[in-house]
C-alpha cells in the first residue's frame, strides 16, 4: 500500500512564495513518478506539475517559470517550490503516485493566495 501525506500549504499574499512537501510511504522506488495537482472550488482537478523517476520535470501552462517540481529518493520526498504565487493558485493542491494517470492520492493541503 502506498501512502502520500501533502504539508505545507496556508495562506499568503499575491507575490509570494509557499514549499509544498509530500511525504511518500509504502511500495515506492525511484522509478515512480510523482505529479502535483490542484483543485479550485467549483472547478475540474488540474495538472500542476509532474516528476518522472528519470528527474524529466512537466509543468502545466499556468506555473511555468514560477512553480519547481523535486525529488528526494533517499527519504521519499517530493517537493512543490512556488513563487510570484497568484489569487488564481488558490486550490487544494494534492500529490501523486503517477504523472499521466495517478494510482494513488494524497488528502491535499489548502494554499490561498491574497489578493
Known amino acids: 500500500q502506498v501512502q502520500l501525506v501533502e504539508s505545507g500549504g496556508g495562506l499568503v499574499q499575491a507575490g509570494g512564495s509557499l514549499r509544498l512537501s509530500c511525504a511518500a510511504s509504502?511500495?515506492?522506488?525511484?522509478?515512480?513518478?510523482f505529479a502535483w495537482y490542484r483543485q479550485a472550488p467549483g472547478k475540474e482537478r488540474e495538472f500542476v506539475a509532474g516528476?518522472?523517476?528519470?528527474?524529466?520535470?512537466v509543468y502545466g501552462d499556468s506555473v511555468k517559470g514560477r512553480f519547481t517540481i523535486s525529488r528526494d529518493d533517499s527519504t521519499k520526498m517530493v517537493y512543490l517550490q512556488m513563487n510570484s504565487l497568484k489569487p488564481e493558485d488558490t486550490a487544494v493542491y494534492y500529490c501523486?503516485?503517477?504523472?499521466?494517470?495517478?494510482?494513488?492520492w494524497g488528502q491535499g493541503t489548502q494554499v490561498t493566495v491574497s489578493s
Open positions: 501523486a503516485l503517477g504523472t499521466t494517470r495517478p494510482s494513488f
Open positions: 509504502g511500495m515506492i522506488s525511484a522509478r515512480n513518478g
Open positions: 516528476i518522472t523517476g528519470g528527474g524529466t520535470r
